[in-house]
């Protein structure tokens, strides 16, 4: 290939061919379609039911909350089919990152890979902060009093020295992922239906006090506020991407992984549109408590012990949460590591429970560390850019390689293309015009971090540039 290494490593992509000969080093295919499903639902379903449809009810959009989601849900949809091509086409863990690694090129990969990294591991303890306030909650209603310097992160409060129950939920989700996938699939599965369960009886129950008049006026912050709404829930919308790195220990991967992707996302919305219903149905918007909207509201018409069941859901159903981020982590950690762009050091499992136990446990602790000593509004600051501009990047690479690669073998193809990838791109940028300076701020820093990394180690360890050294064959070619 013309040009000078350093222009060719710029370049270069892993052949998708390449990527399907690929061995998974080690991971063990036992996961079958409704347990990749409820991994799916286990990452979207969560704080979006439990606490952010009462938090914008109450303050951004009112009744119309509902909107909300549906905005985010078709936006979320549109990177979920293109998602679902990809699954079928390159079943390969990594997910976002091993998509642009295929078609976008190395460095775009890279970026990625690295930026997902932070991503999902801030999302996981922000989500174990959250449910550490419901353990708290819980604890006070049984007169349980623990000493203040483990109820929260310096700064969050008097006497506050470290957020013990978030750490210990962080480093207990990379135990389980170290059990075993088959074992730990089967926790998160019963774990799943149990929330599932839950959410229903919220719907079941709640449907009997709903007044119509508590659904007026239904915009009464304009609709305006409805689609500011929806910029709030669309990250309760996603977690199927995160799915999707669990290719690799798919028993049939190409067929299996974009039905789960489009069930879990499809089971999700139409609970976030029932939950909405019930909810804004109970109580007037002004009066719906903003951080734990569903239990007050059962209070509010004298339930307060489902109320109750409800706060225990909340706990066990944001677990899978968890669960499903910490997977995603992990397992493009070691898909970043096995070709070659972080030592493969890392990407080594474990001989009888084929999972990358050294990966697990350093994304356990260094999760467990944020959430133990970060307030939860900077942790949070750290969860945003990363999916959006994944998102971004596989819309706009589901676009390149159909109009490269038309004829390539695809178990699912994204409707009307190139539309549909489309505004899954404008949807993300929009967000991401959203975002506040300090999230740009750490994201610089960290895309800095990343690149110092790339060209003082990647570029020339990685799996490509081994092969494209001189005496070995060339191994991708440019379009």
Request: a positive charge.
């Amino acid at each position: 290939m013309p040009g000078s290494s350093a222009n060719s490593a710029l370049f270069r992509r892993k052949p998708i061919d390449q990527i399907e000969e690929q061995e998974s080093s080690g991971l063990q295919r036992v996961l079958g379609l409704w347990q990749l499903t409820a991994i799916g639902v286990g990452g979207i379903i969560g704080a979006g039911i439990f606490a952010l449809a009462g938090s914008v009810a109450h303050g951004t959009a009112g009744p119309a909350v509902l909107i909300s989601f549906l905005i985010a849900g078709v936006a979320s949809a549109a990177a979920a089919l293109s998602y679902a091509e990809f699954a079928g086409l390159i079943p390969k863990a990594g997910s976002a990152y091993t998509y642009g690694y295929a078609v976008l090129g190395e460095p775009v990969g890279w970026f990625i890979g690295w930026d997902l990294l932070l991503e999902y591991t801030a999302i996981v303890a922000v989500v174990a902060i959250g449910i550490s306030g419901y353990i708290e909650y819980l604890l006070e209603q049984l007169h349980v009093h623990l000493p203040t310097a483990i109820l929260g992160a310096p700064g969050t409060g008097s006497g506050h020295k470290v957020d013990l129950f978030a750490a210990l939920l962080c480093l207990l989700i990379a135990f389980l992922l170290n059990m075993g996938m088959k074992a730990a699939a089967k926790f998160e599965t019963a774990v799943v239906a149990i929330k599932v369960v839950v959410v229903l009886i919220v719907i079941a129950v709640g449907v009997f006090y709903i007044k119509s008049g508590n659904y007026h006026p239904y915009f009464p912050f304009g609709f305006g506020g409805a689609v500011t709404g929806a910029s709030t829930v669309f990250f309760a919308v996603f977690g199927y991407d995160a799915m999707s790195t669990a290719a690799e220990e798919s028993v049939d991967a190409k067929r299996h992984l974009p039905k789960a992707i489009m069930y879990s996302l499809g089971i999700s919305m139409v609970l976030y549109v029932l939950v909405c219903l019930v909810l804004t149905g109970m109580q007037h918007y002004t009066d719906i408590n903003p951080k734990s909207g569903l239990s007050t509201a059962f209070k509010s018409v004298g339930l307060s012990g489902l109320g109750s069941l409800i706060a225990v859901g909340a706990i066990v159903g944001i677990t899978t949460v968890l669960f499903t981020f910490m997977l995603g982590v992990t397992r493009i950690w070691f898909s970043m590591s096995r070709d070659g762009l972080l030592p493969q050091w890392f990407a080594k499992t474990h001989p009888t429970r084929h999972v990358p136990t050294r990966i697990t446990w350093i994304a356990g602790a260094v999760s467990a560390l944020i959430a133990g000593f970060m307030p939860i509004g900077s942790a949070a600051e750290l969860t945003n850019i990363g999916i959006l501009l994944a998102f971004v990047v596989v819309c706009a690479a589901v676009i390149v390689l159909r109009y490269r690669q038309p004829n390539l073998p695809r178990t699912f193809r994204t409707p009307l293309m190139p539309i549909v990838p489309l505004v899954g791109i404008a949807f993300s940028i929009w967000l991401i015009t959203y975002l506040q300076p300090i999230t740009w701020i750490r994201f610089a820093v960290w895309f800095v971090i990343g690149m110092i990394i790339y060209f003082g180690y990647s570029r020339r360890h990685s799996v490509l540039a081994r092969n494209d050294a001189p005496g070995t064959p060339e191994t991708t070619t440019v379009s």
